[in-house]
C-alpha cells in the first residue's frame, strides 16, 4: 500500500475503511426493520435540518411578533420556549411539527407507531439540548431519537 492509499483511507474514516475490508453494514434503518427507500426509510439529514430551520423561523418569528416586539437577546431565549411548546404538541398529537409535514417526514415510536405525548416531551427536551441531537448511531438517529424510542422517517 502506497502512502496515498493510508491517507485516503484515513481520511474518509472508519466506516469507508472498514467497508474497503469487506465488512457489510446495510441501509440505514435495516436493523430498525424499515425500508431502504420511499415512505417508512429513514428521514435523511437534509430533510432533517430542513424542516428544523423552518421550525425555528416559524418560532421566531412569533416570538419576535407576539412577545418580544423586536428586541433581540430576549426573541431568541422566546424562541426557544415557543419552538419547545410546539414541538411537545403538534410531535406528541400529529406525529409532526409544521416543519416537518412540509418536508414529508413524521416522528414514529418503534414499538407502537404513534408518539404519545410523554414520549414527544423527552425527545424535545433532549432536541433543545442541542447535543443529543448532535449525536448520531449507525441508522442515522440522534441520540435524542434513541433515548425515546422514536424515529423520523418520510411520508
Same mark, same amino acid.
Given at each position: 500500500?502506497?502512502?496515498?492509499?493510508?491517507?485516503?483511507?484515513?481520511?474518509?474514516?472508519?466506516?469507508?475503511?472498514?467497508?474497503?475490508?469487506?465488512?457489510?453494514?446495510?441501509?440505514?434503518?435495516?436493523?430498525?426493520?424499515?425500508?431502504?427507500?420511499?415512505?417508512?426509510?429513514?428521514?435523511?439529514?437534509?430533510?432533517?435540518?430542513?424542516? @428544523?430551520?423552518?421550525?425555528?423561523?416559524?418560532?421566531? +418569528?412569533? %416570538?419576535?411578533?407576539?412577545?418580544? /416586539? *423586536?428586541? =433581540?437577546?430576549?426573541?431568541?431565549?422566546w424562541t426557544l420556549l415557543v419552538f419547545f411548546v410546539v414541538s411537545v404538541l403538534t410531535v406528541g398529537t400529529?406525529?409532526?411539527?409544521?416543519?416537518?409535514?412540509?418536508?414529508?417526514?413524521?416522528?414514529?415510536?418503534?414499538?407502537?407507531?404513534?408518539?404519545?405525548?410523554?414520549?414527544?416531551? @423527552?425527545?424535545?427536551?433532549?432536541?433543545?439540548?442541542? +447535543?443529543? %441531537?448532535?449525536?448520531?448511531?449507525? /441508522? *442515522?438517529? =440522534?441520540?435524542?431519537?434513541?433515548?425515546?424510542?422514536?424515529?423520523?422517517?418520510?411520508?
Amino acid at each position: 500500500m502506497d502512502n496515498r492509499q493510508a491517507i485516503g483511507s484515513w481520511l474518509s474514516g472508519p466506516r469507508a475503511a472498514a467497508e474497503d475490508a469487506g465488512a457489510d453494514f446495510g441501509y440505514r434503518g435495516e436493523q430498525l426493520g424499515l425500508p431502504e427507500s420511499g415512505p417508512g426509510s429513514i428521514g435523511r439529514p437534509g430533510r432533517r435540518l430542513g424542516a @428544523l430551520a423552518v421550525d425555528w423561523g416559524l418560532c421566531t +418569528l412569533i %416570538a419576535y411578533g407576539l412577545i418580544t /416586539d *423586536g428586541y =433581540g437577546q430576549a426573541t431568541g431565549n422566546w424562541t426557544l420556549l415557543v419552538f419547545f411548546v410546539v414541538s411537545v404538541l403538534t410531535v406528541g398529537t400529529l406525529g409532526f411539527t409544521p416543519g416537518k409535514r412540509l418536508f414529508g417526514l413524521r416522528v414514529l415510536a418503534l414499538e407502537t407507531g404513534t408518539v404519545n405525548p410523554l414520549r414527544a416531551l @423527552l425527545r424535545t427536551v433532549l432536541l433543545c439540548l442541542a +447535543l443529543p %441531537a448532535l449525536i448520531w448511531d449507525r /441508522d *442515522g438517529r =440522534g441520540l435524542h431519537d434513541r433515548l425515546a424510542r422514536t424515529v423520523e422517517v418520510r411520508i
